[in-house]
Nanobody, 119 residues
């Protein structure tokens, strides 16, 4: 059973950098053919794919967020991390980590973590 769990600081202030970590169990993030992704959902809006890191460490980003997004990993802990810089109020929402095969919807999701943005 693959499980993903997001963790992070909770409240973020505008202009700060949001940092979230996803801890994976039941699979290795270095397994070939899978992408380890970050997806978010602002209040009242649909899901937005933010980016992903592949088994070999290659990163992929949503062009609309690329300038502010960085995804990295710690293979010794089987974790991958999202950093979103220059956060503003529109970045508030629920953030999910997920596993997906290339060009397919995720098959495993974390439970999601609420990220409020407020000064």
């Amino acid at each position: 059973q693959v499980q993903l769990q997001e963790s992070g600081p909770g409240l973020v202030k505008p202009s700060q950098t949001l940092s979230l970590t996803c801890t994976v169990s039941g699979d290795s993030i270095t397994t070939s053919d899978y992408l380890w992704s970050w997806i978010r959902q602002p209040p009242g809006k649909g899901l937005e794919w933010m980016g992903a890191i592949g088994a070999r460490g290659t990163t992929y980003y949503n062009p609309s967020l690329k300038s502010r997004t960085s995804i990295s990993r710690d293979t010794s802990k089987n974790q991958f991390t999202l950093q979103l810089s220059s956060v503003d109020l529109e970045d508030a929402g629920v953030y999910y980590c997920a596993r997906q095969y290339v060009l397919r919807p995720p098959d495993y999701w974390g439970q999601g973590t609420q990220v409020p943005v407020s000064s």
